[in-house]
């Protein structure tokens, strides 16, 4: 008998298998892949909803079933617009590592072990770099391979990491890993096996000093490769993994007082955010500033991770939906304007709002969710990262994360002036929105954003309270 | 005992083929025999947990990396057409070896007692860690596999865009 949990790998493992015979048909891998991936999400809301209110339904399980939603939202999305986008020749291949990289992260999220979570975040590895270099161009592939050396000595600190837990408890699942740990009194010797496991999960997700692949991937992937890697991929191999450590490094130490390691991670992640905010000033590209916005953002969930009270996980898990929300709409956003002017470089072209107005109004929406204005979810989410910093007495942290949205509103603006909103530059002047199958993805986002925004309460009490609930 | 014999010593010659193999791609498909092998041996010596992971790690993510590996630097060259013949009759070998120990096996029973001694958990067979234990590793190797064949597919397969 097959758990449920794993019917969202094994679906899209099945139509990947099929995509890939379809090599030589136009449209069919892209049909398969949008149909699967629709249909996997409508499964996920569905059973999410239904499972809600029963007493087993809180803490991890919450957090993977929404994780999963996250997954086929943003999956759903990337490959509905790469069926318009993609120019390849070989669609059936393209697909079929899009449907096993999807495959692959539900793996992630339905693990219950650190064995399994190792194997599936090779799975979404392997597809990353496959897909970040899938058109061979010199530049994709020197990002991939880039990418490529980082993720494997992260995955062998993460095998090795896994190799002294199972060596210090006799286990590596989550449940009897919670059971040893709360037998034991001498938690020192797993502070630091956790240390080195949280190590690795801050280099898959890019966090700065770890960061070195992630401008190089994303400005050199196509768009909805990195809307994907940007929108869900790094916060699934990095950041969620790292909120399952920091949870266990919380119940080592009973809170944050007496939690080295999570003292250390939060000040790596606000030194991400700090260090993203400040780089994003000096970008000239579009995507390379959204690479560097995304080090930054990912620096919040990292901080809040670490700090481990329920508000701040809490707001650690909404930034994950909003960050994957807004972060997509706006690669979304950039391959657009790549496809539409052949460029992403901001000094180069002003004014595109006067000929692509439905891309600039919503990259406008993400931006202003990306630096935490009401009434975007981004509000919400900031706005519980850094009051659930102020109320654990770190108020140097929660201001210089406050300072730091400040920033991200400021290159944002910048970047808004200089490509959208400026004075119409002449080399403009022949240039046309793409249709609907372009814009369409970034509508639902904007929608998304808004109405996680204003319907906020409604959020927290099926998403966010129960999963809190086992930390409180 | 034979079992146990017979394990070893091919495991032991697959070893020799996978170093002196002149296709890469044979090293590789030797090694990942080398693997299940040992994973065999481990599951037959009551340590099922080492033998999964064994199998897990080294028979299907290291295989699919070295077979990637070998596809990528053995892509259009003629140097390794020509093999030692002597490998051509490695599987022939291995079977006429594993009917003797089988026949005869009784007589080096002596090598193998203490194995006997060693505690038994209370799942021991392959399909009790696989099926009962392990079901989303193996679906995880599944994908491995799949990702690796794309990925090696995508990069130096035939019809790349221009």
Known sequence: MIAPENIFVIIPLAAAIVCAFLNKKKSAPAILANAVIAACLLFCVISFFERLGDDWFYGEVVLSSFMLIIIYLIAAAVAFFAAFAATTKRRGSYFAIMLVITAGMAGVVCAKDFFTLYVYIEVVSVCSYALISFYNRPKSTEGAMRY???????????????????????????????QKILAQNDGAAL??????????????????????????????????VSALLAG??????????????????????????????????????????????????????????????????????????????PLAMAGAVFHMFNHAAFKSLLFFC????????GSTEIDSMSGLQTKMPHTAWTATIAMLSTAGLPPFSGFWSKFFIIAALWQAGFYGMASAALFASVLTLAYFLKLQRGMFFGKPSENISDIEEKNFGFLTPCFVFSFIIIAAGLYFPFIYDNFLSPFIRVLQ | MSLHLFLVISMILCSLAAVMAKRTIHAAIFLALVSIILATIMFTAQAPWAGAVELSVC??????????????????????????????FLPLGLIIFGVIILCCGDFFEPLFANTHNAAAPSLTTVGDIIWKLRTPDLIGQLCIFVAGVLTVRTMLGEGKDE
């Not at chain 1, 956790?194 to 050199?220: C, N, Q, R």
Request: net charge positive.
């Open chain 1, 148 to 178: 490529f050396y980082l993720s494997s000595i992260a995955s062998a600190i993460l095998l090795f990491s896994i190799s002294m837990l199972f060596m210090h408890t006799g286990a590596t699942s989550y449940d009897a890993l919670v």
């Open chain 1, 191 to 224: 502070n630091i096996i956790l240390a080195v496991m949280a190590l690795a999960f801050m280099i898959k997700s890019g966090l700065f000093p770890f960061h070195s692949w992630t401008p190089d991937a994303y400005e050199s992937a196509t768009s909805p």
């Open chain 1, 232 to 309: 869900i991929v790094t916060k699934v191999v990095g950041t969620y993994a790292l909120v399952v450590v920091c949870m266990l490094l919380s119940i080592i130490n009973f809170g944050i007082e007496n939690n080295p390691i999570g003292r250390a991670v939060m000040w790596f992640g606000l030194a991400s955010i700090i260090f993203g905010a400040l780089n994003a000033q000096e970008q000239k590209d579009f995507k390379r500033m959204l690479a560097y916005s995304s080090i930054s953002q990912m620096g919040y969930i990292t901080i809040a991770a670490a700090l481990a009270t």
């Open chain 1, 334 to 341: 950039a391959g657009n304007v790549k496809r539409a002017t």
């Open chain 2, 59 to 88: 028979a299907g993510l290291i295989t699919v990396l070295f077979a990637s590996t070998a596809s990528m630097i053995g892509r259009g060259e003629s140097y390794a057409k020509r093999e030692s013949k002597i490998f051509r």
